[in-house]
């Protein structure tokens, strides 16, 4: 079946340093990737999403580029601020279009930024 | 993004009783899942929630312990039944394959329901 594997954590940062958090999935066919983060004491948000291979997804600083030859969607910033202190999640919906389908998560990855 | 809300949105329950959760998106979607969250973990899917029909349950989980009902395309309640401390969650409403907002195969969730067991 579908499977996704994330980083470890948690993951500390100062502010202004470079983020990296890997992700890689095993599925058949072609599915679609997204990121969600999940602040503290709040629900799930999807930060950004690709549907095809060498697409990039970008949102509030935050890029991913679906790597269908290393079967990648590795979550990076720039220059992290400590509002960007939450638990991200990659997830892989089985379907690159058409109808909605359940999602397949990561384990999450706790990011800590300090000042 | 669509608004999706979850009632209660916190909850302290007494072990053994049944609560239920609501959830209510402010347009029409196709699909509507429920996952639990338990304390420093990931997100499992319970079931999805079909429309006028019996919801479709994920291994490890059953009808007898999470009924589930979808009288429409906008609504959707999930009862966690006789609790146990082991069923201290957050129980999330996730909602997909709508118009406009929602259109496409992505998936928007709730803020979550916060249920403690004692």
């Known amino acids: 079946g579908d499977s996704v594997t994330q980083m470890e954590g948690p993951v500390t940062l100062s502010e202004e340093a470079f983020l990296t958090i890997n992700c890689t999935y095993t599925?058949?066919?072609?599915?679609?990737l997204f990121w969600y983060v999940q602040y503290p004491g709040e629900g799930l948000q999807l930060l950004l999403k690709?549907?095809?291979?060498?697409d990039k997804g970008s949102n509030k600083g935050f890029e991913a580029t679906y790597r269908k030859e290393t079967t990648s969607f590795h979550l990076e910033k720039g220059s992290v601020q400590v509002s960007d202190s939450a638990v991200y999640f990659c997830?892989?919906?089985?379907?690159?279009?058409?109808?909605?389908?359940?999602?397949?998560f990561g384990s999450g990855t706790q990011l800590t930024v300090l000042p | 993004s669509a608004v999706i809300s979850q009632k209660p949105s916190r909850d302290i329950c007494q072990r053994g009783t049944s609560l239920t959760i609501q959830c209510q998106v402010d347009?029409?979607?196709?699909?509507m899942f429920w996952y639990r969250q338990q304390p420093g973990q990931s997100l499992t899917l319970i079931a999805t929630a079909n429309q006028g029909s019996e919801a479709t349950y994920e291994s490890g989980f059953v009808i007898d312990k999470f009924p589930i009902s979808r009288p429409n395309l906008t609504f959707s309640t999930l009862t966690v039944s006789n609790m146990s401390p082991e069923d201290s969650s957050i129980y999330l409403c996730?909602?997909?394959?709508?118009?406009?907002?929602?259109?496409?195969?992505?998936?928007?969730f709730g803020e979550g329901s916060w249920l403690t067991v004692v």
């Open positions: 996730s909602v997909g394959g709508g118009t406009g907002q929602i259109s496409g195969n992505t998936i928007y």
């Open positions: 690709a549907t095809k291979a060498d």
């Open positions: 599925a058949t066919g072609y599915p679609s």
């Open positions: 997830a892989l919906s089985p379907i690159s279009s058409g109808s909605a389908r359940q999602l397949t």
């Open positions: 347009s029409q979607v196709t699909m």
